[in-house]
């Protein structure tokens, strides 16, 4: 009874109902009042963090708007550079200019002055007859010349210079590229009109920065294209309307934004400007064929090579996937290729970083940004991942490895740097040869004369004896007089070239434009 009795009591000193229930209502009226304030902050957050994008945009634009300048800052060197290369070749020539005022980022126009300096000189020496042949062709004798920029859609600039000279014949194109071993015999002959001109662009088919025909001139069409390249552009050669060349060179209207694809291999993210991925696709595994022992996939109907972009990047192997392949269709001019990827997460525009002078060409990336959440993503440079993964060779056929008898051949490396030595060293061992290093032109001759050396890979500016006086030594010794001397160094200017013609070199490499396949390409061809 007294249990019961305390039960009651106990039941008695708690709070009445309706005490709850003011509770329960006091804690949903508060509950509500924090949800209507964190509605309201991120009402808040989210205007401002609009407004806050509309500034930066603002910026953006501010910034671009500055870096742009028009074209007519480039080409107005144009009219009397084409005056004295006709007066000293004896010909008669009308420039036309068109679309100079058109802007485009000024950092364009500076790595743009050169080729456009190469293609003038090109057409005027090569491509424009004397005044005689012109009357002989039933031409006027006064040759056009035109230089003319466009504006392309997806922020691009086109330029165009074409000439009405005598063109290019795509048949003498194509043999002077199986002569040089670039192109083989049986692939040449099922190229087309358009694939044949395109051969110009290639080392050893025309003048270069390597000096391989001893022509002396300036930038050679290989080095247009790598420029065009290098900005994210394209060049190609067609023959122009009623006789005469046209080169047609696209680039990118701005190099601090562009819209880019976020894609990711071996669980890395990378960035593909979207101008040069044509489309992205889903295929099943069985759509992967081989052809030649190489992977392809059929895509609207065309068979394209097929690349893993984790393995054109040295990454290690992701896992291995049971359901479709994402693919994404890479273009860089002419050349096309399906590029395997993990995932595409998107497109997005991006501000293109700088790597910095330490890693100002690193091969296949092209710089870097910085995506929301703070983390730098690689931004891929897809000319180069066309030659890594294609090789070299034109039409996507890689370049000759001859292994075996690399392996047999000696070169030596003349460097007074450590770090430029280390780096040819092994830009060579990497074709297979066995690489000796000397520090100066003294130190080269006394180990040339040991004998053994198939070839000399040297730099100009060294202490002691430089370049130039050890390339002058090599031709006086009549032992040594027949060896293949490469010389590599960051004179590049056309004096120097031609002093290094005078005294005998086989080749002149600009270091600015030096890559591993054009270094490979021209010792290969110099052994043969």
Not at 130 to 147: F, G
Not at 328 to 348: F, H, I, K
Not at 376 to 388: E, F, G, M, Q, Y
Request: charged share 25%; proline share 5%.
């Amino acid at each position: 009874r007294h249990g019961a009795a305390g039960a009651a009591g106990a039941t008695r000193k708690g709070p009445p109902p309706e005490r709850l229930l003011e509770a329960v209502e006091r804690d949903a009226l508060l509950a509500k009042t924090i949800s209507d304030r964190f509605v309201q902050i991120e009402r808040s957050a989210w205007q401002e963090r609009r407004a806050l994008a509309g500034m930066v945009d603002n910026l953006l634009e501010d910034m671009k708007r500055t870096l742009m300048l028009p074209f007519s800052t480039l080409l107005e060197m144009a009219p009397r550079l084409v005056r004295d290369l006709a007066h000293d070749s004896g010909k008669e020539v009308e420039l036309r200019i068109d679309g100079a005022a058109i802007e485009i980022d000024r950092r364009i126009l500076e790595q743009m002055r050169d080729p456009l300096v190469h293609l003038l000189r090109n057409a005027i020496d090569h491509g424009i007859e004397t005044p005689a042949e012109r009357r002989l062709a039933h031409k006027p004798e006064r040759a056009r010349l035109a230089i003319e920029v466009l504006p392309r859609d997806g922020d691009k600039v086109e330029l165009l210079v074409s000439d009405d000279g005598r063109g290019i014949d795509p048949l003498q194109v194509r043999e002077r590229a199986v002569r040089e071993g670039l192109l083989a015999p049986e692939a040449g002959a099922a190229l087309s009109t358009a694939q044949m001109l395109a051969l110009v662009f290639e080392s050893g088919v025309s003048t270069s920065a390597m000096l391989t025909d001893l022509s002396g001139r300036g930038l050679g069409l290989a080095i247009v294209r790598e420029k065009a390249e290098k900005l994210g552009g394209s060049v190609a050669a067609e023959a122009a309307p009623g006789g005469g060349t046209r080169f047609r060179i696209v680039l990118p209207a701005t190099l601090a934004t562009f819209r880019g694809l976020l894609v990711t291999a071996a669980g890395r993210q990378f960035v593909l400007p979207s101008r040069n991925v044509e489309r992205v696709a889903r295929v099943l595994p069985e759509s992967v064929q081989s052809v030649e022992g190489h992977p392809t996939v059929v895509l609207e109907g065309e068979v394209l090579a097929l690349v893993q972009l984790w393995r054109v990047l040295g990454l290690a192997a992701p896992s291995a996937s049971s359901g479709y392949l994402t693919l994404a269709l890479l273009t860089s001019g002419s050349r096309r290729m399906a590029c395997l990827v993990d995932a595409v997460l998107g497109e997005q525009e991006v501000l293109v970083k700088g790597l910095g002078p330490q890693l100002r060409r690193v091969p296949n990336i092209a710089g870097a940004t910085v995506l929301g959440a703070g983390q730098v993503v690689p931004i891929l440079h897809v000319a180069d991942l066309l030659k890594s993964a294609l090789g070299a060779g034109v039409g996507g056929a890689p370049l000759p490895a001859p292994a075996a008898q690399a392996a047999r051949q000696q070169l030596l490396v003349v460097e007074d740097s450590i770090t430029s030595r280390a780096l040819l060293k092994n830009m060579l061992e990497v074709g297979g040869y066995r690489v000796t290093v000397a520090v100066d032109g003294v130190d080269a001759l006394s180990a040339l004369r040991g004998g053994g050396y198939d070839l000399v890979v040297s730099d100009v500016e060294m202490p002691r004896m430089d370049g130039f006086d050890l390339t002058a030594s090599i031709r006086a010794d009549r032992q040594l007089a027949g060896l293949p001397v490469v010389l590599v160094t960051s004179l590049a200017s056309r004096e120097h070239r031609e002093r290094g013609v005078d005294v005998g070199a086989s080749a002149y490499i600009a270091k600015q434009g030096l890559e591993q396949n054009n270094l490979l390409a021209t010792v290969r061809r110099l052994l043969r």
